[in-house]
Every structure is written in C-alpha cells, then in structure tokens.
Nanobody, 125 residues
C-alpha cells in the first residue's frame, strides 16, 4: 500500500521561500507520476505542480508558474516543491499525490491514486 507523507509546511512571511517534501513508500516510486495539490480556506482542491515518473517533464499551474520548482529523487523516493516569492493567496494545505503508470501532463485530483495527509502552509503579510 502506497504511503505519502508531506513535510515542510509552516508559517512564512510574504515574499519568502519554502520547500515542501514528500516521501513515498509501499510501491515502486518510478512507476508513478507525482503531483502537488493545495486546498485553501473555503476553496476547492487545486493542482499546483506535477512531474513525470522520470523527472523529465514538469508542469505548473498558472498561479505558481515562475515561482515554483518541482523535483524528484527516484533513488530517495521523494518529491519536493520549492516555492519562492510566497503570497498570502498561497496559504493552503498542500497535498502530495501519486498516479501510477501515467505519462500525461494533466493532473486531476479525481484521477490520482494515492494521497498524503497534507501539510499546512500559512503565508502572512
């Protein structure tokens, strides 16, 4: 059974940077495309960033493009999301998600196979 565990959330001021990490266990990591989603207060869960199983392709939502970098380490079974120039609207619970045998560039919450429990990021002005 795949298990995903996020870490790295916390309270940060606007304009600062933050790096989130997700560890993967219980499966073959390089069979999975990985993604980050987030859910802000009173909002629906939304896609933030995704990365292919090989790490060769990465994808970003318009809201974080240019401010975020996703990366994976297949030897360490981990994926990270680094975000810079944080804004108040980035405040959300950030979730790591996995989808097996997927090579596309569109990540929908309903199509992901496995989810972590989330880590809270609060950006204050």
């Amino acid at each position: 059974q795949v298990r995903l565990e996020e870490s790295g959330g916390g309270l940060v001021q606007t304009g600062r940077s933050l790096k989130l990490s997700c560890t993967f266990s219980g499966g073959t990591f390089n069979q999975y495309s990985m993604a980050w989603f987030r859910q802000g207060p009173g909002k629906e869960r939304e896609f933030v960033s995704g990365i292919s199983w090989s790490g060769g392709s990465s994808y970003y939502s318009d809201s974080v493009k240019g401010r975020a970098t996703i990366a994976r380490d297949n030897a360490e079974n981990s994926v990270t999301l680094e975000m810079s120039n944080l804004k108040v609207e980035d405040t959300a619970v950030y979730y790591c998600a996995a989808r097996r045998y997927y090579s596309g560039g569109v990540f929908r919450a309903g199509a992901m196979n496995d989810w972590g429990k989330g880590t809270l990021v609060t950006v204050s002005s």
